[in-house]
């Protein structure tokens, strides 16, 4: 192990770019948004909750290549594996919906609403899962990759 | 074009069958990987080679006036594929912690669990 | 409650995830996995009175009509072994109260013993393949990584074998999967069974069959599948390999249970008798395989190899009866296979060995720990008044009323063979005097932690009662396992039940 470890070394010191860590502020919060954006548009167009999710994993995995462990997990404040969790609480939340209302668990609610005027938005639980499912995926995928930075 | 594909299929499954059984923790993994893409093209050419649309149909038609393609297959090509990634991600970090700990990077020396 | 079906899977789903967030406060994290256990033990308790009522209790989720939909489907057969896994569940989750070290607990052994209680449930209440191959995959997934959880040598030369036998037993079920849904088009069971009633290719029917019997005898542990079994079950803590050893290779006896009284039927004297013959294959290799070892969990583990055996039996043999022996079967094997396992756990905190030669003089040490072991290891072996005598006894009269006197022979002949396994075990480590080569040979030995003994006896009394309840009056749970064998004996109820058609 010892030539590897050298050289995995030497390359996290030739990693700390200055253009690496500035590009990354930069490009992070647009890469949020983009994958927010994939969320939202995802029930019947390409997207989604688990696209959306690893893009936004992609975005903190830029971050920990730019930075280190530490600042990324500062970056998320929460555990990733408490995302994980969250996420699946959420999932279980928007399937218990439809059984409040009398129908099967899973079953899919919408509602329209009205916004401002003459503009209208269509929300449903599955939206919800979702959101719920990009908070699994962005956990796991989170999880994973402090995991493995922390073990070099 | 399903002979092609059967072909495919078999020299896939060959191939997979093959690496598994190599002694290399590597060659087994690679082995599983062509294994598990065998049976996802497995089941997308036995679920007929259809050229259609997506499945959409508008409101008003209330049925497709168009060939459409089976989404059934598709979906669960999708849910094997996440699935055997999920799985081939965790066998490789079993394997490389398997191969430290042991200090071997050979199979048939991992045997002091055997009966 | 129209919902009721989903219960089982969605409480322990809850539980992984609430288990998930505290994973950093044990206290909470404790009280969420015990509370969701004990939530889980009393939805499918009435799960199974309400199937009793009701027959069939059929849940489309998301409101999609029957083949089209997620259908979730429970029968008699189905919630006896949600309440098994509700009950196996329970009891383990207790147990780890005490036998868990805080490492792996803070490393979420509690998120993934739920979570493989949901993959559990899942494959029990699955009404369409895909379905079932999905809660395989979660239950594997969580089974993977409770087995190396800790990343002791043991466990990873172990998971080794199980992680890549299963994935292969996995891509069969794919594999089959893929050719049956060219052939009917479908993936409901029911729609499926219908499908096949009327099917004309016979020969790529049984090919099929094949298939299915592969993918699932791997996970059953069927005569030449089950190497992975005995390589890996000793390796983890108890309180894991207890509940595989419960709750794992009978989730695959249900998924033959299933796929052969309800899709292949047809080819009877063909898959049936092979059925049949594996049975006996696996019931001899099991127990004499056992003979020649010397660790307590590797006897018992080879134990669960020639049970399967017997279970499958009742499969091969095809009669009411004999169904209703397999349910019966399975039910009191799951109660004291995962008992078996939590004496041999308590019996490793004390010691710090499993080595039987290294073992001894329980009986004058820890008098009431042995007596938890005679009554499991006694209904193992089949003695009355205790549920195994009751479960070999209504298996080999169903072989012999169909005048199959050979697997009837050998189901007793195995019996008496696993008395002698049993037995072995109780003189080594029980009788007999403590080892003169133990360093603990004056003081006894290690006392439990304190504080924990009631944790660690409690699961072992309870499950210790169960057996002799069913031993002392089976009519109950064998009048249950009737109606379970009458209804998988009659797949157009099913069909109907599920699709709302007769043929």
């Known amino acids: 192990m010892g030539p590897f470890e050298t050289v995995a070394k030497g390359k996290k010191k030739a990693m700390r770019s200055i253009i690496l860590s500035t590009a990354a502020r930069f490009l992070m919060p647009m890469i949020l948004l983009f994958s927010a954006f994939l969320l939202l548009r995802g029930h019947n167009l390409p997207g989604g909750g688990f696209v959306g999710g690893l893009i936004a994993a992609a975005a903190f995995g830029l971050y920990l290549l730019a930075f280190d462990v530490q600042e990324t997990r500062r970056l998320l404040r929460i555990d990733p594996r408490t995302l994980v969790g969250l996420g699946l609480l959420v999932v279980l939340g928007s399937g218990l919906t439809g059984w409040f209302k009398g129908k099967p668990f899973l079953t899919a609610l919408w509602g329209r609403y009205r916004l401002t005027g003459f503009l209208h938005i269509e929300i449903g639980t599955p939206l919800i899962f979702d959101a719920g499912i990009y908070l699994v995926v962005l956990g796991s995928a989170m999880t994973m990759l402090l995991a493995l930075a922390e073990e070099d | ?115 | 409650m129209i919902s009721l079906p989903a219960l089982p899977i969605l409480i322990p789903f809850g539980t992984a995830s609430l288990c998930l967030i505290s994973l950093k406060r044990p206290r909470l994290q404790r009280l969420a996995a015990v509370l969701g256990a004990v939530a889980h033990l009393i939805c499918a308790l009435a799960l199974l009175t309400a199937t009793c009522r009701q027959g069939y209790l059929v849940l489309q989720a998301g409101d999609w009509p029957a083949p089209f939909g997620i259908s979730l489907v429970a029968d008699l057969f189905s919630s006896l072994m949600i309440t098994l896994a509700a009950i196996t569940g329970t009891a383990i989750t207790f147990y780890a109260l005490a036998g868990i070290d805080s490492g792996r607990e803070s490393f979420g052994f509690y998120p993934f013993l739920h979570l493989l209680l949901m993959g559990v449930c899942g494959c029990f209440l699955a009404g369409d393949l895909f379905n079932l191959y999905v809660w395989f995959e979660v239950m594997l997934m969580a089974s993977f990584i409770l087995l190396a959880l800790g990343g002791e040598r043991g466990q990873l030369e172990g998971g080794v074998k199980y992680v890549i036998l299963n994935l292969v037993a996995s891509a069969f079920f794919l594999t089959a999967l893929g050719i049956l849904y060219g052939l009917v088009g479908t993936l409901n069971m029911a729609d499926i069974a219908r499908h096949l009633q009327t099917a004309e290719q016979s020969g790529l029917v049984s090919a099929l069959a094949m298939l299915f019997l592969v993918a699932f005898g791997i996970k059953a542990a069927l005569f030449p599948l089950f190497s992975w079994l005995p390589a890996s079950y000793h390796t983890p803590p108890v309180a894991v390999s207890a509940v595989f050893a419960g709750l794992l290779t009978k989730v695959g006896v249900y998924a033959l249970v299933r796929a052969f009284t309800l899709l292949f039927i047809r080819d009877i004297s063909f898959t049936h008798e092979l059925i049949l013959v594996l049975a006996a294959m696996t019931m001899l290799t099991g127990v004499l395989g056992a003979v020649c070892q010397d660790g307590f969990r590797r006897i018992l583990s080879f134990h669960i190899i020639s049970q399967v055996g017997y279970m499958i039996m009742g499969l091969g043999i095809f009669t009411p009866l004999a169904l209703a022996g397999t349910v019966f079967y399975i039910v009191h094997h799951i109660i004291v296979k995962t008992n078996l396992f939590l004496v041999s756990g308590v019996a490793h905190k004390l010691r710090s060995t499993e080595d039987l030669n290294r073992l001894g003089g329980f009986l004058s040490t820890a008098p009431f720990l042995s007596i938890l072991f005679l009554i499991p290891a006694l209904s193992l072996a089949g003695l009355p008044p205790l549920s195994g005598f009751w479960a070999k006894f209504f298996l080999i009269w169903a072989s012999f009323e169909e005048k199959r006197y050979l697997i009837g022979a050998l189901g007793l002949l195995v019996g008496a063979l696993t008395l002698i396994s049993m037995t072995k075990i109780w003189l080594k480590a029980f009788w007999g005097t403590v080892p003169a080569a133990h360093p603990e040979r004056h003081a006894h030995q290690k006392k439990l932690p304190p504080g924990k003994t009631a944790l660690f006896y409690l699961p072992m009394i309870s499950l210790a009662l169960l057996t002799l309840t069913i031993g002392l009056w089976p009519g109950l749970l064998f009048e249950l396992a009737q109606q379970a064998a009458s209804q998988l004996l009659d797949p157009n109820r099913y069909i109907q039940a599920v699709l709302g058609v007769t043929l």
């Open chain 2, 1 to 115: 074009m399903e002979i092609l594909m059967a072909l495919v299929v078999g020299g896939l499954y060959g191939t997979g069958v093959y690496l598994l059984l190599r002694p290399t923790p590597v060659k087994v993994i690679i082995g599983l990987a062509i294994l598990t893409n065998a049976v996802n093209l497995l089941i997308f050419t036995a679920a007929r080679l259809t050229r259609g649309h997506p499945p959409i149909v508008e409101e008003t038609l209330g049925r497709p006036s168009y060939p459409i393609a089976d989404p059934v297959p598709q979906a669960l090509v999708l849910t094997a594929i996440v699935i055997a990634f999920g799985v081939l991600a965790f066998t490789l970090v079993l394997f490389r912690r398997a191969a430290e700990t042991t200090e071997a990077d050979n199979l048939d020396e991992m045997r002091t669990t055997d009966t």
